[in-house]
């Protein structure tokens, strides 16, 4: 694992240079990717079908 891996991963040290110094907020959004990429993936799927669905429904009409 080269030092960039391990940087996205660890915060204090730091490091890695980021552009956007938003070093808490990047943080955030990577501790929480790996619970909220699953549920965000569900729920494209859930509209999907409820699209689907309603597109079966038009066309019967």
Do not use: K
Request: hydrophobic fraction near 40%; proline fraction near 3%.
């Amino acid at each position: 694992m080269d030092r960039t891996d391990t940087g996205a991963s660890v915060q204090r040290p730091r490091y890695v240079d980021v552009a956007d110094e938003r070093w808490d907020e990047n943080a955030d959004f990577i501790s929480h990717a790996r619970q909220d990429v699953p549920r965000l993936v569900e729920e494209v799927r859930r509209l999907r079908r409820l699209l689907a669905a309603g597109d079966r429904a038009a066309d019967g009409a």
